[in-house]
């Protein structure tokens, strides 16, 4: 499978790419391999990939069997990336990186703070303030109108995961934002094995925001942090 003719192509020559259908997790990773190939061999351009899957559980390269609770609900896949178990499906966007991270400095924590500073800029464009937290992975939102945690901490949510993979210095996977999924399909899996703390989306904060506004807000904002 290869990635469709691009809806765009930004100043930098990225070529921006966008499913309406349901993708399945293997058709998805064997078009980001075939292009990530022809990236690293210069004879395609980088891209970004916008899309959502079907209800499944991944598996990163960290992920703790006594992590996935309910194995049978949704498919599990082997993913490769950074990380541990995450959950995709319908209402939350999934961006496929492929950049060419030697030609961008290969500083690979360069890159992932970039990835970050991409998904807070994003979420700042609907009035949400995304942070980072040292030892947790994505992006996080706190949430006063929750009670306190059993540790007496405020609590938080997590908004949106991060994880990666490099071959030959191209990235591939990375990033998903929840828009409007199924809440509950994430209790299946303790999420990138984080028990304390809970899932949130957009519309779960209160904001009525489609996947169109997000992706608009996506590819205003993929130059505040990667120009």
């Not at 809806?7 to 058709?27: K, M, N, Q």
């Not at 496929?96 to 994003?122: H, N, P, S």
């Not at 942070?131 to 706190?142: L, P, S």
């Not at 996977?173 to 703390?197: A, K, Q, R, T």
Request: include cysteine; proline fraction near 6%; charged fraction near 25%.
């Amino acid at each position: 499978m290869r990635l469709k003719t691009p809806f765009a192509i930004d100043r930098s020559g990225v070529e921006w790419h966008i499913s309406t259908d349901l993708v399945p997790y293997p058709e998805a990773v064997a078009a980001m391999e075939e292009r990530v190939a022809r990236i690293a061999e210069g004879s395609a351009a980088e891209a970004i990939w916008m899309l959502e899957h079907p209800p499944l559980y991944t598996a990163g390269t960290s992920a703790k069997p006594a992590d996935l609770t309910d194995p049978d609900r949704f498919p599990v896949y082997e993913a490769k990336r950074g990380g541990q178990y995450t959950y995709h499906g319908p209402g939350q966007r999934v961006v496929y990186i492929m950049l060419d991270v030697g030609k961008r400095g290969r500083d690979v924590r360069c890159f992932v703070r970039q990835l970050e500073k991409w998904v807070i800029a994003t979420l700042a464009e609907f009035n949400v303030t995304g942070e980072i937290r040292a030892g947790r992975v994505g992006v996080w939102v706190t949430r006063p109108d929750k009670p306190l945690t059993a540790t007496g901490q405020q609590a938080e949510d997590k908004v949106a995961a991060i994880g990666i993979r490099l071959r030959k210095w191209i990235s591939f996977h990375g990033i998903s934002i929840n828009v409007e999924p199924d809440l509950e399909h994430f209790s299946g899996i303790v999420p990138c094995g984080i028990s304390e703390h809970g899932v949130t989306s957009l519309v779960d904060l209160g904001l009525p925001v489609s996947m169109d506004d997000l992706d608009v807000a996506l590819r205003r904002c993929f130059s505040k942090a990667f120009d």
